[in-house]
């Protein structure tokens, strides 16, 4: 009879650390967490990467991963409806990188009324309830970038900027950390156009810059589809090596382009990472823990002697 009563009260005693932690005999509480990206996997190494280190993070932890994104990344009604679409099935937490860094906060006020958790990854906003935000420090990054335009031009000459989108707080930082650095060692920013992160686009937008300002020496892309893009336009014109791109996100090709001389660097991020942490902070949250407010996943520059170990 001993024996049977402390067999019961040791079930009971489980049951609770189970209830109370979300871990049972099947593993942890079976969560469901969104991770909304800016733009698809399977068109941006980028993406991909973040997705990647997202899955991994979710299989270990044994949560379920939703993945979703825009057809594009300036399609922010896409966006819009696929997360409230989400907001509907009663996700537990939404990891996100906002394609606008304003006009999704009305979506995310439904979130919070519901009491799901939203946090962000790649691109900051302007949404004051968010949990954190995990990704790089952009304006860095572009000075990172810019800093390299002026050693190298040794602050002298003509540079231009391609811009993705503007409204994209990462973007938007980058281009101001870079603008700012060229400018303050003495380079001229004589062009700066958008080219939306794409990279055709890229590659008409450096056309025009060829044709109306012969004379620039460098060239920030604020992300290496366009870099690419612009390195395409270069070598047309027979002027590959005379004209420094610098990308940013050091994904593999832009890697490769570097090691073949046609880019000149690229900002290298960790976009793994930021789906990984995303994904288990989102799980500590859920579990009652607490986060940092900020985490840096950091920025490396990536030139010829570096450039192999991400052109993998």
């Not at 057809?71 to 966006?79: C, L």
């Not at 696929?82 to 937490?93: G, H, M, P």
């Amino acid at each position: 009879m001993v024996k049977r009563r402390y067999a019961v009260l040791a079930g009971v005693a489980g049951l609770a650390l189970a209830l109370v932690t979300g871990w049972g005999q099947a593993g942890p509480q079976a969560y469901t967490i969104l991770l909304s990206m800016k733009g698809p996997g399977s068109g941006n190494p980028f993406w991909a990467a973040v997705e990647r280190g997202a899955r991994d993070a979710a299989k270990a932890l044994g949560v379920n991963l939703v993945v979703l994104a825009p057809p594009a990344e300036t399609d922010v009604q896409a966006q819009i409806a696929q997360i409230e679409d989400q907001i509907a099935k009663r996700v537990n937490a939404i990891v996100v990188a906002p394609t606008d860094v304003s006009a999704l906060n009305s979506t995310f006020d439904k979130a919070r009324a519901r009491k799901i958790p939203v946090l962000f990854v790649d691109t900051d906003g302007t949404w004051p309830h968010k949990v954190t935000f995990i990704g790089t420090d952009n304006r860095a990054g572009g000075a990172l970038a810019g800093k390299f335009l002026c050693d190298q031009l040794k602050g002298q000459g003509e540079v231009a900027i391609i811009t993705g989108v503007m409204t994209t707080q990462s973007i938007r930082a980058r281009v101001e950390g870079a603008r700012e650095t060229v400018r303050r060692c003495g380079l001229r920013v004589v062009a700066e156009l958008p080219a939306n992160s794409d990279r055709a686009l890229g590659q008409q937008v450096m056309e025009d810059i060829l044709t109306s300002k012969p004379g620039v020496k460098g060239v920030f892309a604020a992300n290496d589809l366009m870099a690419l893009g612009a390195a395409e336009a270069v070598k047309a014109r027979g002027k590959t090596g005379q004209i420094l791109i610098v990308g940013f996100d050091a994904i593999p090709e832009a890697a490769q382009a570097i090691l073949r001389g046609e880019l000149a660097a690229s900002v290298a991020q960790n976009p793994y990472n930021m789906g990984k942490l995303g994904v288990e902070s989102a799980v500590k949250v859920l579990r009652g823990q607490s986060v940092p407010k900020r985490i840096d996943t950091g920025t490396t520059l990536v030139t010829k002697q570096n450039a192999a170990q991400y052109a993998k």
